[in-house]
């Protein structure tokens, strides 16, 4: 590993310098093949992990979209994906060794560059971005090693605890986000997700630590409480509007090929866009009491649905690949079928709703073939998501307001609600009739707070959750798995089908029917045997995906 990182450090760097100035005749008794760091800008390390870390198709298609994004349901597996929980090793080394690589080059900027004033900033936004990538890694396999991962020691680095490593990125957001100066050094356009605009990384920061303290309410609720307060508080604030969403920007982006990335949305469609879930379908219908558009025209539609529905996936249609049979339905599959059953006409890809057009660039549903989008950028964080922590924080009980405000859960709700739906451009007239109609959807969850909060599907937490996991789509499947996994919230069915051992109890619902984590990859027991035995001993199921993570502590089952 250690050569690895020198290897692609030194390379880097040598990039950076044919783009600087003509260098002075001094510089000619230099070894341009192992340039120094106060030779280069540490952007020329930054932009390509901002790249590597979202828009990699590999990474991104098999962990984000089908591993991910499959395990909270907002797609169900097909013939591609038909692995019925059990995690494909292959993929996983892959991320694992990704993984590694974008923190060595993140540690290289942080290691080499923290004590020189002219590069302040830009290292604050690199220990933002490593505990971006570090989160995802420890949400997707627990224990992880973190505090000496890729430290240029050279030796296998130990695990540390899922606790310490949550401890830390919060204390890194806290301190990053304090040091960051508006005034200070300027980054330039080499920063993908806001262009040098230090008051965003703020946003940001504040926003992410917030993020990760609501990730702790079922474990530790008093750290969750005193973190998630201290960054409504912090210095910048909140993201607090749309404006505002973090996104890693692909138009223009020069890296796509010099990097071989594709700058799209790929991910969204694998062989063919990606199939609604069953789950997905019954969150959506009836809730809000809108009317589904066009359904005359139309054989299997539900009367009614919330209007994000028709939107986040098409009803099925000759231009999209239907079969006769199976035109004019909007439906999604369960989730967690074998591929022999995903393969049968009822469950098939082609002749069930798949991903809107709305975000694969065509104009209209009969656009055939469908275009991608290569200018959508990938949405990191939603300003929706914020409003929905704030709201869940509120509903504890927790200060989530701005300026020391107590401020109500209904309210942050509702902004949440508004902001989702002005995502995808939806009327204000449209959302008012969402906001106050009191028809449920297919698990008896309504739209208003105050509507008949009783159970477990319908209490103001389950309304919050809801609404979360469909603002999320299509970008932020991390955080819709994260919460299930959480709270059981929303209301998704257990997987169908799922292979004996990957889950608790086939069938059951909530914690006991679905995936809790990914199992290290097997390379590990090999290269890293002591510090993997060791992190193995604290699952107390073993390296499995039954074995539930420090976060993963509910005891109750929603029933």
């Not at 590069?119 to 933002?128: C, E, G, H, K, S």
């Not at 080499?190 to 040098?196: K, N, T």
Request: charged share 20%.
């Amino acid at each position: 590993m250690k050569a690895i990182i020198k290897y692609f450090f030194g390379g880097v760097m040598a990039i950076g310098l044919l783009l600087t100035s003509c260098q002075n005749f001094d510089s000619l008794n230099e070894n341009p093949n192992d340039p120094t760091p106060d030779k280069i800008d540490p952007i020329y390390l930054l932009s390509p992990v901002f790249i590597r870390s979202t828009l990699n198709v590999d990474m991104y298609q098999r962990i984000h979209n089908l591993y991910v994004d499959t395990y909270a349901q907002y797609f169900a597996n097909d013939k591609y994906t038909s692995n019925n929980c059990v995690p494909n090793n292959d993929w996983s080394q892959s991320y694992w060794d990704a993984h590694w690589a974008w923190v060595a080059d993140l540690n290289e900027i942080i290691r080499n560059y923290q004590n020189n004033s002219k590069y302040t900033n830009l290292v604050q936004i690199a220990r933002i971005w490593r505990v971006w990538v570090f989160n995802r890694a420890t949400d997707l396999f627990g224990d992880i090693p973190y505090s000496k991962a890729c430290d240029d020691s050279g030796d296998a680095a130990s695990y540390d605890t899922q606790k310490d490593i949550y401890y830390d990125m919060l204390n890194e957001l806290a301190e990053a986000s304090a040091t960051l100066n508006v005034s200070g050094d300027k980054v330039g356009s080499g920063d993908l997700i806001f262009g040098g605009d230090i008051t965003k990384w703020k946003l940001f920061a504040n926003s992410l630590r917030l993020r990760l303290a609501m990730r702790m309410t079922e474990v530790d609720p008093n750290k969750a409480k005193v973190e998630a307060e201290a960054a409504v508080k912090a210095d910048g604030g909140l993201i607090s509007s749309i404006d505002q969403d973090v996104k890693i920007k692909r138009k223009n982006n020069y890296y796509q090929v010099d990097y071989g990335f594709y700058n799209g949305v790929s991910h969204l469609f694998n062989g063919g866009r990606m199939t609604m879930s069953y789950s997905m379908q019954k969150l959506l219908t009836n809730l809000g009491g809108i009317a589904f558009p066009k359904k005359t025209t139309y054989k299997d539609v539900p009367d009614y649905c919330d209007p994000r529905g028709p939107i986040y996936f098409n009803v099925t249609s000759e231009y999209n690949g239907a079969a006769e049979a199976y035109r004019g339905r909007w439906k999604g599959v369960p989730a967690g079928y074998t591929k022999a059953v995903a393969l049968e006409p009822n469950n098939a890809v082609k002749n069930n709703s798949r991903v809107g057009v709305y975000f694969v660039g065509s104009t209209k549903e009969t656009d055939v073939p469908f275009e991608v989008n290569f200018d959508r950028d990938q949405t990191l964080m939603y300003y929706a998501e914020i409003c929905f922590l704030r709201a869940e924080g509120a509903l504890r009980g927790w200060n989530m307001g701005d300026g020391g405000s107590k401020v109500d859960a209904e309210v942050f709700y509702n902004a949440g609600i508004r902001a989702s739906m002005k995502e995808v451009e939806i009327s204000d007239d449209v959302i008012n009739q969402y906001i106050t109609s009191t028809m449920p959807n297919l698990y008896g969850t309504t739209v208003p707070f105050n509507d008949n909060v009783t159970g477990v599907h319908n209490s103001q937490l389950a309304k919050i959750m809801t609404q979360k996991y469909l603002a999320n789509f299509p970008d932020n499947g991390w955080e819709a798995w994260a919460d299930y996994r959480r709270l059981g919230l929303p209301t998704l069915d257990p997987f169908a089908m799922p292979e004996s051992g990957y889950v608790i109890e086939k069938g059951a619902t909530d914690w006991k029917g679905s995936l809790r984590r990914l199992i290290y990859p097997a390379q590990e027991q090999i290269v890293n045997a002591v510090n993997y035995n060791a992190a193995v001993s604290r699952l107390s199921g073993g390296d499995k995906t039954i074995s539930r993570m420090w976060w993963d502590a509910r005891t109750s089952i929603q029933e």
